[in-house]
Structures are given as structure tokens and as C-alpha cells.
């Protein structure tokens, strides 16, 4: 079964600032589709950012990007220019055509002034 | 404009009773999910659904019931067997592109189940 692990359960940085919250994955399969969350404290859950693992390319969504290393199962996303809205839980989550997402524990990010 | 509402947005549940939680869509998505959120647990899968009359149990699916008598609509039914069903219930929906494409779920707001 596939599992993600997210081991940093809290986090922090100062505005302005970039944070690398790290995602490891377990599968066996070689196409799949990679995601990060975003919940505020209005717990709405919104789409950060998506990849897909065949292909090589980082993607990058403005200030948000990733480091796909498909051969360490591992999906960290980088937060540059660190904003106040930013704060928020973040969730890695996993997904093959026509099963559900299967996702982490979740990262609890705090961006102070 | 396009969504998907959970409602009641908060719900508290008696002792041996039975509740139901709705969740529309007006996406024209072909698939719908359940999740549980407890602190610490991350998103946990009860059920899904990819096309009518027709669902999957996820992860965590004892003491819960779903129906797809609509594509616009799963509701899941909290029954009294579920021994700890306090938690914020998330709904979320989804296009079935093919497998060359998964752009990932439209999550509903939430609902708060509380038993008192």
C-alpha cells in the first residue's frame, strides 16, 4: 500500500524568508501524480501545487516549487518570500489514475513578522 | 459559479444516534470522496464513489454509509456504530480525466461533528 510521511510536524519562518517542508513517499508504481495542500484556519482545503511523476520538470506555481526526486520517493515544496497568508497546514498527498488521494499527517506552518 | 457545499457546517450527535452529512456538487465531476481530519491524523479516506450507484470503502469505513443515487450527491450517514465519530468531515470531488491526467480534488468546507 502507498504511504506518505510528512516528518516535520511543526515548522516556522519570518516573513520574507524561504522554508523547505519535506514529503516522502512509498509505491511501487511508476505513474503517478504528486499534490500539495494548503489548509488555513478556515481549514478550506486549496490546491497548491501538482506534479506529475513522469515528468522530469519541477513544477512551480509563483513563489511555490518543488524538488521532485522520483528515485528517493521524495516531493519537498519550497516556499519563497515567506507571506503572513501563508500560514497555514500543509498537506503531501499521492495519487494514481482512478484510485483516491492518499495523504500525509501534515506540516503546520507559522510565518511571523 | 461552481462548487461544491457541505452542509450542516456544524452538527452535534447524540449518544446511539444516527446522522447524516450532506454534500453537493455542481461541477459535473464524476467522483466524490470522504474524509476524516482528526488533530495529528492527516486526511483519512471513509468512502468514494467514481460513478453512480456504485462506492469503495476507503481506510476507515466501519460505522459509516454512503449512497450515490445522484452524481451531484454523496451523503454520508454517521451511524450509532461509529465509536468515536467526533472529527471535521471534509467531501471533495473530482474529474476522471484518464489516466494521462489527474488534476486533483475541489474540497468542500467542512463539517464539525461533535457528540454530546
Known amino acids: 500500500a502507498q504511504t506518505v510521511t510528512q516528518s516535520q510536524p511543526e515548522m516556522s519562518v519570518q516573513e520574507a524568508e524561504t522554508v523547505t517542508l519535506s514529503c516522502t513517499y512509498d509505491?511501487?508504481?511508476?505513474?503517478?501524480?504528486l499534490f500539495w495542500y494548503k489548509q488555513p484556519p478556515s481549514r478550506q482545503m486549496i490546491l497548491v501545487i501538482r506534479?506529475?511523476?513522469?515528468?522530469?520538470q519541477n513544477a512551480t506555481e509563483n513563489r511555490f516549487s518543488v524538488n521532485f526526486q522520483k528515485a528517493a520517493k521524495s516531493f519537498s515544496l519550497k516556499i519563497s518570500d515567506s507571506q503572513l497568508g501563508d500560514t497555514a497546514m500543509y498537506f503531501c498527498a499521492f495519487k494514481q489514475a482512478g484510485t483516491a488521494l492518499i495523504f500525509g499527517k501534515g506540516t503546520t506552518l507559522s510565518v511571523s513578522s | 459559479d461552481g462548487g461544491i457545499t457541505q452542509s450542516p457546517k456544524y452538527l452535534f450527535r447524540k449518544e446511539g444516534q444516527n446522522v447524516t452529512l450532506s454534500c453537493e456538487q455542481n461541477?459535473?465531476?464524476?467522483?466524490m470522496y470522504w474524509y476524516r481530519q482528526d488533530p495529528g491524523q492527516g486526511l483519512r479516506l471513509i468512502y468514494y464513489s467514481q460513478i453512480v450507484n456504485d462506492f469503495q470503502k476507503g481506510d476507515i469505513a466501519e460505522g459509516y454509509s454512503v449512497s450515490r443515487e445522484k452524481k451531484e450527491s454523496f451523503p454520508l450517514t454517521v451511524t450509532s456504530a461509529q465509536k468515536n465519530p467526533t472529527a471535521f468531515y471534509l467531501c471533495a470531488s473530482s474529474t476522471l480525466a484518464g489516466h494521462s491526467r489527474e488534476y486533483g480534488y475541489t474540497f468542500g468546507s467542512g463539517t464539525r461533528l461533535t457528540v454530546v
Open positions: 509505491t511501487s508504481e511508476n505513474n503517478y501524480y
Open positions: 506534479q506529475e511523476a513522469y515528468k522530469q
Open positions: 461541477l459535473n465531476h464524476d467522483a
